[in-house]
């Protein structure tokens, strides 16, 4: 039995009667919850705590406070005085120590506060965005990363981190694509299972890391035109096939808490939705956690025209399955004592609400140990092996997606001088991402920075900006707590260009780095289009017409449309963290070789979205050319699609079975030679096509893939399992889980354009 599994034997039952005082258990220390004994007895720790709590502290246990000052609302001191359950937002190991100190020596029960911040990839060594680490294809790595990123935020005093995210999305207008795993389920829900490893660690107490909140659930990334925030409208097969798995292998890998999405799912907010958040998630998804809204969600409940005041909003939220508000400013579920009184909740269900937060705070250790060490604390950030990880993850999750006459690595020999083009080269700040605060005072480089430090040779590195980046002025609610980083742009004139040009000119290189600014991507950062913002492409045009060579580095977290004339090279490098200078450096040079491949699809411009590979067959299966009239419906670069240095071919896929019966599982292998010059990475993708069935299939969808680093000749067989859960799918006509008699097509290669090679049937 799984540790997710032992940690449901909490049978709430308990819960669920009334609150009678029990036997006194003895305060044994509490920190791991693996065997049923351990399991006993929180139970009882929790029942004899909450039989002592008024309807107030109840109520208080189930909100999050964000760190913010807002008019009428009670400040955190008030908060802390009072009990209340969380507060987010705050990372300063002496506030922490400070607030949890007044909630402890002030509160009637004592019971401590849970902090929780956002902590997407890194709190002050910062990794690749959460899309860019996808792109590596390497959940090993994924793990390790957020394993760092857990060791820092739980130093400091956080003990719940609101991520992973999990939102599968086919909409690079919308800006969180960047938060999360990308358009395909298979893969985000191995990445899920990294992330949530990686942040809370074999099991949720282990010391030194976190809980994991997945979000947000569910649909997000399907919003109406790409803006975000609008409602969601997904088809029944849709959810299960596509936007559910990844949060089904989060909570498998334990994850402790989901946080409940912001939009109206098929016309229900998510965070007042009783059939996502029960039937779906606990009931079919087996979520034994606590379910947190997302920021004002609750209030939103009458934003959205579904509840009809406050009060309404609370009850149908704590109704509906949310069990933690998250807050800025006023609380709505301070509503929910007046509404137990006037019989509108149950007590049974806010015992429960609060039954699982106390139980996080005791299985984090927290009764046992409120305050963090805040020497160590500080001493634990940012390691020199924290940061060299931050390295290789940046390496890792590079895609090399053009190289023309092998271009790239550059010859350290041949080249004197680098010129560094672009408003996003010279940048500190854009590198790490949107989901980084100053507070932190996060490691950052520029990558012209990096490129000095680490070049050597004496190759002179020089830098001119060409252009500004337009930066948003209204701000998302992430910026105005980093005001210090956003500015409006001022106008460009052609003079910053031909500066820019004749640097080129003068340089062996020019490494133009073009993208988006963090701040017009991630919350609040859609996109109508996907040109690149400003004047980047006429910098573009203008640094092409010297002649002289061109590696376009790509810093972003969107596909975009590159016009004209393409550069010879380019590397996908997303917002790289803390140390995506020294990796590009090592990259150029071929100290490191990509290896990543694209998580989504890249389309030829916002038209052709949604576009994603694992799509139906049309009417006109072979008229992909003349879908558009104006325009191929294939997309500039497949989903899976990376090159490398070097170069890999593949031999037949074989099978060791030609015919299975439903359930069964056969193995199927494909030898990969590293047929080019030099060692490298390739990723080994395998694709299944169900021919016929109860129910249309998609073309082809991934259903394993593994990376692997083959040296210079090197042949290696690649085998995979294929298992029932990779052949069933949800049947939105049977509402069920299916597994069709039919043959299936196998492609085993380096992206999804490999061709099919084998088949095997599936009969009863
Ligand atoms: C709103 C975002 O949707 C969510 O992802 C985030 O965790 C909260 N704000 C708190 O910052």
Redesign the pocket.
């Given at each position: 039995m799984g540790v997710g599994k032992r940690a449901s034997l909490l049978a709430i039952s308990w819960l669920l009667a009334a609150s009678a005082v029990t036997p006194a258990v003895a305060d044994a220390p509490l920190e791991e919850v693996t065997t049923a004994r351990a399991q006993r007895q929180l139970d009882a720790r929790i029942r004899r705590l909450l039989a002592q709590m008024t309807p107030e502290e109840k109520a208080a246990q189930l909100l999050t406070a964000a760190g913010m000052n807002i008019a009428n609302a009670p400040d955190h001191d008030t908060r802390a005085r009072s009990g209340v359950g969380s507060i987010?937002?705050v990372s300063k190991p002496a506030e922490i120590n400070r607030l949890q100190k007044l909630a402890l020596d002030n509160s009637r029960l004592k019971i401590p506060i849970l902090f929780g911040y956002?902590v997407l990839h890194g709190l002050k060594t910062v990794f690749p965005v959460p899309i860019g680490l996808a792109a590596s294809w390497d959940p090993e790595l994924i793990e390790q990363t957020q394993a760092a990123a857990a060791g820092e935020a739980r130093g400091v005093g956080i003990g719940w981190v609101?991520g992973p995210?999990l939102d599968v999305t086919r909409d690079p207008r919308w800006g969180r694509i960047v938060e999360g795993p990308g358009e395909d389920p298979y893969l985000a829900s191995a990445i899920a299972r990294a992330q949530v490893r990686g942040l809370q660690g074999p099991q949720l107490g282990t010391p030194g890391r976190v809980v994991a909140g997945a979000?947000?659930f569910a649909g997000y990334g399907a919003g109406s035109g790409g803006r975000d925030y609008d409602e969601a409208n997904v088809s029944d097969a849709e959810l299960w096939n596509v936007y559910l798995p990844p949060f089904r292998a989060a909570i498998d890998a334990g994850a402790g808490n989901v946080?409940a999405a912001?939009m109206p799912l098929n016309g229900i907010p998510a965070a007042g939705n009783h059939w996502l958040l029960n039937d779906v998630l606990r009931g079919q998804l087996g979520f034994k956690g606590w379910v947190v809204s997302?920021?004002q969600a609750v209030r939103n409940l009458l934003t959205h025209g579904f509840a009809r005041d406050r009060s309404d909003a609370a009850e149908r939220a704590l109704n509906a399955g949310t069990d933690m508000e998250?807050a800025t400013g006023l609380s709505n579920f301070q509503e929910l004592p007046a509404s137990l009184s006037a019989g509108r909740i149950s007590g049974k269900r806010l015992n429960e609400a609060v039954a699982r937060v106390l139980a996080v705070k005791f299985r984090l250790g927290l009764f046992d140990h409120p305050y963090v060490d805040e020497k160590a604390a500080s001493d634990g950030l940012a390691s020199r092996e924290s940061l060299d990880l931050a390295v290789r993850a940046a390496e890792r999750s590079a895609v090399l997606l053009r190289n023309e006459n092998g271009l790239l690595p550059l010859d350290r020999t041949k080249i004197h001088s680098i010129a560094v083009i672009g408003p996003l080269g010279g940048s500190t700040r854009d590198p790490a991402g949107p989901w980084v605060f100053a507070e932190n005072e996060p490691v950052l480089q520029s990558l012209a920075d990096g490129l000095r430090q680490n070049v050597a040779n004496g190759i002179e590195v020089s830098y001119a900006p060409g252009v500004t980046m337009p930066r948003r002025l209204i701000g998302s609610?992430i910026e105005m707590m980093d005001r210090q980083y956003s500015r409006p742009a001022p106008a460009d004139d052609d003079s910053g260009i031909a500066q820019a040009t004749a640097l080129a000119r003068s340089s062996d290189v020019a490494i133009l780095v073009l993208g988006e600014g963090q701040n017009m991507i991630g919350?609040m950062g859609s996109r109508s289009s996907l040109d690149l913002p400003g004047r980047q492409q006429d910098l573009l045009d203008s640094v092409l017409a010297t002649g002289k060579p061109v590696v376009v580095v790509l810093m972003n977290g969107r596909p975009l449309t590159l016009r004209g004339n393409l550069p010879p090279a380019i590397l996908e490098l997303w917002y790289p963290g803390s140390q995506g200078g020294t990796a590009l450096s090592r990259l150029l040079f071929g100290d490191a070789v990509p290896g990543g491949k694209l998580p989504y699809t890249w389309p030829r411009s916002a038209g052709q979205i949604p576009t994603f590979y694992a799509h139906l067959t049309t009417h006109d299966p072979k008229g992909s050319e003349r879908r558009y009239w104006d325009d191929p419906s294939s997309p500039v670069y497949p989903f899976g699609f990376g090159l490398s240095y070097t170069t890999f071919s593949y031999k037949a896929v074989q099978l060791d079975h030609s015919t299975i019966r439903p359930g069964a599982s056969l193995t199927t292998s494909v030898q990969v030679t590293n047929s080019g010059p030099r060692a490298g990475d390739e990723v080994v993708q395998l694709y299944l096509h169900q021919r016929s069935g109860s129910s249309a299939r998609p073309v082809r969808e991934l259903k394993g893939f593994r990376r692997i680093h083959l040296d210079a000749g090197e042949t290696r067989t690649v085998s995979f399992e294929i298992s029932p859960e990779q052949l069933r799918y949800w049947n939105a006509a049977a509402r069920d889980w299916m597994i069709d008699n039919s043959t299936f097509d196998v492609a085993i290669g380096t992206d999804s354009m490999a061709p099919f090679s084998a088949s095997f049937n599936v009969e009863r």
């Open positions: 987010f937002f956002d609101f995210m979000k947000h946080m912001y997302d920021n998250m609610p919350e």
